[in-house]
């Protein structure tokens, strides 16, 4: 019989009145201990919050009736130097974790900036250990540690002050509920420090905590394995080639101890050069529409004139409300680079990119894209964005090979002119070309898409994801029950 908290929309009221009161009840204490930290010497400042926040989060979770099981044994004492490895299948891991393991542990985290509220109060305080992941943290936290400098800074905590520390390898939490690669930062840090690590898997954990929003009371199982002793580093086994074989062990351990359900089935596939991965760019890997934002930068340095701007918003106007088929507006707008050298606008492009484009990118797309180049699979960029702007995305990404709009050329200016639009049913022609230059298995390929433009594209392959879909879109991916990205 189903209960009532298996109800999407009593997981949806759940999920407010839990994040709401998580909100309030970490929230409340901080100008007390503000005042209280003045007393106590700086050294044991970041301890004394450590120990605010387990508490406050222990009891938060058991107020919402979250209960623990654990499948086999906590090898040790956490108060002893250990590393600490789990899987990241929600956001609430690191405080569930914390909540658990007591004040002793350090942890490594991304950006305090990047994270929930009030988090980005209280990491600070605890002295977590945070680090920029990749160019999207740096750009957003540009003052915050490097992966070397993070790493250095967990050794130190292992080597000088003798601590347990925790470390989340897939670096990101679990996109489509399936685990992602592993980094190697873990392997690092146990050779370099000379400790144990301690692999704890958190089990059904996206049961609980849902779609990010969703909650429902129910068990967490914690999975604990034995203690790996980190390789020694010698002659005949180099620094380099440690960490890659330890990292693969731990990999194959983290993967053996999860549940069949979240690991993706092509994770040991023979060939994974031949699974194709074909993504939209406009609203699926960048938040926004980047062709709209080129034509504000352009017009920003006076590259074209207020007119031609006023001129595409109006025609995207018209296309809104039905009154413009979107092949006119997109052959219109295109117009923007009549007289436009090549070569000079690939310039352009390229410092528009690093200014503009990296901060808007989908973060959650950034690490699901990185994940399928580090199994192998080849990237494919299927989008109408204007080439020079098309070709910063597929630098970024390690694309293959694109399918984009052609744009005629005259002596290596644009005329303005369109020779073919990629939209609909040519996007299918650019991933059916593609599949056979490259010869890419779509029976076992991706498609990631945000509009209605994209069915053609995504129906020719096994795994369909709509990313944050328009209305035509979702309905299509919930009648045949393709995946959802929000």
Not at 163 to 181: A, N, Q, R
Not at 312 to 318: C, H, M, V
Not at 409 to 423: A, D, F, I, P, R
């Amino acid at each position: 019989m189903p209960r009532l908290s298996d109800n999407p929309k009593i997981q949806t009221i759940l999920g407010i009145i839990f994040y709401s009161t998580f909100f309030i009840v970490s929230t409340i204490p901080v100008p007390f201990l503000l005042i209280a930290e003045i007393f106590l010497v700086p050294k044991n400042r970041p301890f004394f919050w450590r120990v605010a926040c387990c508490r406050i989060l222990s009891f938060h979770f058991k107020m919402f009736g979250l209960k623990v099981r654990r499948i086999g044994h906590m090898p040790s004492d956490t108060k002893k130097v250990h590393l600490y490895i789990s899987n990241h299948p929600s956001i609430m891991d690191p405080a569930y974790l914390l909540s658990l393991m007591g004040p002793e542990v350090i942890t490594l985290a991304r950006p305090h900036r990047l994270q929930m509220f009030p988090f980005t109060i209280w990491f600070p305080k605890m002295e977590v250990v945070e680090v920029t992941r990749d160019n999207y943290d740096a750009v957003h936290c540009s003052k915050i540690a490097d992966r070397h400098a993070a790493l250095d800074r967990l050794i130190n905590f292992a080597i000088n002050e003798k601590k347990p520390l925790l470390i989340f390898p897939e670096g990101h939490v679990e996109s489509g509920k399936k685990v992602h690669y592993i980094h190697s930062g873990a392997a690092r840090v146990a050779i370099r420090a000379k400790i144990q690590i301690v692999p704890m898997m958190l089990i059904n954990m996206d049961h609980i905590f849902i779609d990010k929003i969703k909650f429902r009371p129910g068990v967490i199982y914690i999975k604990m394995h034995r203690p790996l002793k980190p390789p020694a580093v010698s002659h005949e086994l180099p620094y380099r080639h440690a960490v890659k074989v330890f990292t693969k062990k731990i990999a194959e351990i983290m993967y053996g101890m999860l549940p069949e359900r979240v690991i993706p089935k092509d994770l040991y596939d023979k060939n994974p050069e031949r699974i194709g991965v074909f993504v939209d760019i406009d609203r699926t890997l960048y938040k926004y529409y980047s062709q709209q934002v080129f034509l504000k930068y352009l017009q920003r340095h006076g590259k074209v004139s207020y007119w031609v701007t006023g001129r595409i918003i109006g025609y995207l106007f018209f296309e809104k409300i039905g009154l413009l088929p979107h092949d006119v507006l997109m052959k219109q707008a295109y117009r923007f680079a009549k007289g436009w050298n090549e070569a000079h606008l690939t310039k352009i492009a390229e410092q528009f990119f690093q200014e503009e484009i990296i901060k808007d990118l989908d973060h959650d797309l950034m690490v699901v894209m990185k994940d399928h180049v580090k199994r192998g699979h080849q990237i494919f960029l299927i989008s109408e964005v204007v080439p020079p702007l098309a070709r910063q995305f597929k630098l970024f990404f390690e694309a293959r090979d694109m399918g984009l709009t052609s744009l005629q050329k005259k002596h290596g200016e644009y005329t303005g002119m369109v020779n073919e639009l990629c939209y609909g049913d040519a996007k299918a022609r650019h991933v059916k070309r593609l599949a056979k230059k490259y010869n890419i298995d779509l029976q076992k390929s991706y498609s990631y898409g945000d509009s209605p433009a994209d069915i053609p594209m995504l129906k020719l392959v096994k795994h369909k994801i709509a990313v944050r879909p328009k209305p035509e879109l979702k309905h299509e991916a919930i009648l045949h029950d393709w995946h959802i990205m929000h």
